[in-house]
């Protein structure tokens, strides 16, 4: 037997279980790091952007993050830290529009964290128009892909 009873067959949906906590104050240097200053070489796993993004953006969502806040403070302080991601994102592609190794790297992460966004219900309501700028990226880096 389990030492934790299966969420889901209490006839619940499971929550996801991880998040990645960051300070506030250094937002824009672990987004830098994450996003505008990552080399495309390093991370083995190409996706690790979107997922370091996505647990960044459930803990973001969770109480855990600043419990003080009131849940409509909360939504909206997601809903600015999502769409500000994306558009680095999109500056990232908007900037290297002739170098294919960088375009199909975050293509791939746009459309991923897009994929993301758009399933949880937890975030969705609330990324709409990160969702919005992540489709954009999609389709402005294979437009330049396919331009070069």
């Not at 790091?33 to 390093?42: E, H, P, Q, T």
């Amino acid at each position: 037997m389990s030492a934790t009873p299966s969420i889901e067959a209490q006839g619940q949906e499971a929550i996801l279980p991880a998040v990645l906590e960051f300070p506030e104050h250094s937002q824009e240097q672990f987004l830098k790091a994450v996003i505008s200053d990552l080399d495309v070489n390093a991370p083995n796993f190409k996706l690790a952007p979107v997922y370091t993004l996505y647990l960044c953006a459930r803990y973001r969502a969770s109480t855990h993050y600043r419990p003080d806040l009131q849940p409509t403070e909360r939504a909206h302080k997601l809903t600015v830290f999502l769409h500000h991601v994306a558009n680095l994102i999109h500056n990232i592609i908007q900037e290297k529009y002739n170098d294919p190794k960088i375009l199909s790297f975050w293509m791939a992460n746009s459309s991923e964290f897009l994929h993301f966004l758009k399933s949880d219900r937890h975030i969705s309501a609330f990324s709409v128009q990160a969702q919005e700028v992540l489709a954009e990226c999609v389709q402005a880096a294979f437009q330049n892909l396919v331009s070069i």
